[in-house]
Every structure is written in C-alpha cells, then in structure tokens.
C-alpha cells in the first residue's frame, strides 16, 4: 500500500457517520515491519517526536520486545512472568491462525536501551512501547547521551 492510499484510507463514511483512523507514517511502518521479518538481534537507532518530548533507542520487533519484556517482568516476579509467557503465547497463537488473512500493519513501535528526554531532563526508559499513531515525527538518528 502506497503512503497515498493509506491517507485516502484513513477516513471512513458509514450510514452518515464519520470515522476517522489513525494515520500511521508508512515509511515509519516499513521499518517496523522489516525488523519483524529480520533476526531477533537485529535494530535501528531511532530517535521519535512524542507529546512532551522525543524517545531514543533502538527500534525492535515486537517479538523481541515481548521476549524481553516477559524476561524483565518474570525477573521481578516468577509467577507473573509465567503467567504472561502464557498471555503472550497464546496471542501469537491467535496471530499465526490468521496467517492466511492479510497481515495487519503494526500499530505500535517497540523499542530497547530507548532514553526519554525533554529539555534537559533525561530519563533512560530500557524498554518501551507506545502507539504508533503518537508519534509526530521521527530520525534514523540515536541522541547520545
């Protein structure tokens, strides 16, 4: 889908009613998409204007932030970590049985060693996910700190 078609997309007219979706930056979700189809070792530096400031990382697949993400919390607490390797299991499941569906566009961006910063404040964040459709603009550039 060309960046034209998903902007044409994005406005829906239903019995009257306007919806209006999200427009996700298309070079943004090429990117995203790539890493899902790379190794889980692979990255790009990313640095992304968001409300109150910008976030710089390394953008990740979402399964490898899911891996880490269970790993993190299964290391503050056992029990929780196994019942989320099983939530999140059983989401992949529910993913891959609509393999031959059209894949749907990744809503949201998943990033490591990402750092927060706003003015001079500087917040090192480790892992972070937030929705696609929250970010204004965005770098191939890491800030460094």
């Known amino acids: ?11 829906e007219h239903v019995g009257g009613t306007t919806t209006v979706e999200p427009v996700y930056d298309y070079y943004l979700m090429v990117q995203a998409k790539l890493l899902d189809t790379l190794d889980e070792d ?10 109150g400031g910008m976030v710089s990382g390394l953008l990740i697949s979402r399964a490898t932030w899911e891996k880490r993400w269970v790993a993190e ?31 749907e566009p990744n809503r949201f961006v998943h990033m490591k060693d990402a750092m927060f910063i706003s003015g001079s404040t500087r917040l090192d964040l ?17 800030f460094k700190a």
């Open 1 to 11: 889908m060309s960046e034209e078609q998903h902007e044409e997309d994005s406005v």
């Open 42 to 51: 692979s990255s790009i530096g990313m640095s992304l204007n968001v409300a």
């Open 126 to 142: 480790g892992l972070w996910r937030a929705p696609m459709a929250q970010i204004a603009g965005w770098s191939n550039a890491m």
């Open 73 to 103: 919390v299964a290391a503050a607490d056992e029990n929780l970590g196994e019942i989320l390797e099983s939530v999140v299991g059983a989401l992949d499941e529910h993913e891959n049985s609509k393999a031959d569906s059209e894949p």
